[in-house]
C-alpha cells in the first residue's frame, strides 16, 4: 500500500506570513494526526481528526493555526500568521482503526520541514 | 497527565555490539501501550517494538528486544548486532488504551552505529 503522502518537504517563509502544508492518509484510514515536531523534541498532537471530525484539538494554537480534513479523506494544516517558535517538521500520520481496538502504532509521512525567518 | 523521559540524548555504539536505550515514564492508567520509534533523517517515524502493558512478557522484534519493568515504569530498547543503518534517533512513546490513540513521546535519544 501507499504510505502517507506529505507536501512540501520543505518551506521557508518570512514571520507574519502565511503556509499551508497538505496530507494524503493512506486509502481507507479513518484516523489522521498532525504531529509538531520541534528540532530536538519529540513531536507533540496538535490535532486528531476521525474521518472528517475533530476528535483532539486540545494543543492546536487555535489563534494562528487551523486544520480541515475534506470528505474524511486529505487534510491540510494551515499556519497564519507564522511566528519564529513555529519552525519545526510538521508530521502527519494515519490508522485504520477507531474506537477501543488493539493498537499497533501508526503510519506516519516524511513531514514538511519549515523554517520561520 | 502522563509524562515520557529519555535520560540519554546521545549514545554510540561500535557495529555488532549490543546497546540498550533508557526510557521511563509516568502514569496513572493501567492499560496502555509502549512503542519504540526509529527516526532516521529521511524524517519518517518508522515503528520498531511494541510493548502491551498488560503482557509480562517482553517484546522481540528480531535484533531488537525491550526490558518492560511494569512497576518501575520503565521501557528500555536492546538492540543487537547493531548494524550502520541502525544510526538514528529513538522515540519511547505512550499511548492510553482509550478511542484517541493519542501518542505521547520522550525527547528522543540519538544513536549513532560506529564501523
Known amino acids: 500500500e501507499a504510505g502517507v503522502a506529505q507536501s512540501p518537504r520543505y518551506k521557508i517563509i518570512e514571520k507574519r506570513q502565511s503556509v499551508a502544508f497538505w496530507c494524503n492518509p493512506i486509502?481507507?484510514?479513518?484516523?489522521l494526526y498532525w504531529y509538531q515536531q520541534i528540532l530536538g523534541q519529540g513531536p507533540k498532537l496538535l490535532i486528531q481528526?476521525?474521518?472528517?471530525?475533530?476528535?483532539?484539538d486540545s494543543q492546536l494554537p487555535k489563534d494562528r493555526f487551523s486544520a480541515e480534513r475534506l470528505k474524511g479523506v486529505d487534510s491540510t494544516l494551515k499556519i497564519q500568521p507564522a511566528k519564529l517558535e513555529d519552525s519545526a517538521v510538521y508530521l502527519c500520520?494515519?490508522?485504520?482503526?477507531?474506537?477501543?481496538?488493539?493498537?499497533?502504532?501508526?503510519?506516519f509521512g516524511s513531514g514538511t520541514r519549515l523554517t520561520v525567518v | 497527565a502522563q509524562t515520557v523521559t529519555q535520560s540519554q540524548p546521545e549514545m554510540s555504539v561500535q557495529e555488532a555490539e549490543t546497546v540498550t536505550l533508557s526510557c521511563t515514564y509516568d502514569?496513572?492508567?493501567?492499560?496502555?501501550?509502549l512503542f519504540w520509534y526509529k527516526q532516521p533523517p529521511s524524517r519518517q517515524m518508522i515503528l520498531v517494538i511494541r510493548?502491551?502493558?498488560?503482557?509480562?512478557q517482553n517484546a522481540t522484534e528480531n535484533r531488537f528486544s525491550v526490558n518492560f519493568q511494569k512497576a518501575a515504569k520503565s521501557f528500555s530498547l536492546k538492540i543487537s548486532d547493531s548494524q550502520l543503518g541502525d544510526t538514528a534517533m529513538y522515540f519511547c512513546?505512550?499511548?492510553?488504551?482509550?478511542?484517541?490513540?493519542?501518542?505521547?513521546f520522550g525527547q528522543g535519544t540519538t544513536l549513532q552505529v560506529k564501523p
Open positions: 500520520a494515519s490508522s485504520s482503526l477507531t474506537g477501543q481496538q488493539d493498537h499497533y502504532g501508526y503510519t
Open positions: 486509502s481507507g484510514h479513518a484516523t
Open positions: 481528526f476521525q474521518n472528517n471530525g475533530v476528535v483532539d
Open positions: 502514569t496513572s492508567e493501567n492499560n496502555y501501550y
Open positions: 510493548q502491551e502493558a498488560y503482557k509480562q
Open positions: 512513546a505512550f499511548m492510553k488504551r482509550s478511542n484517541t490513540g493519542k501518542l505521547i
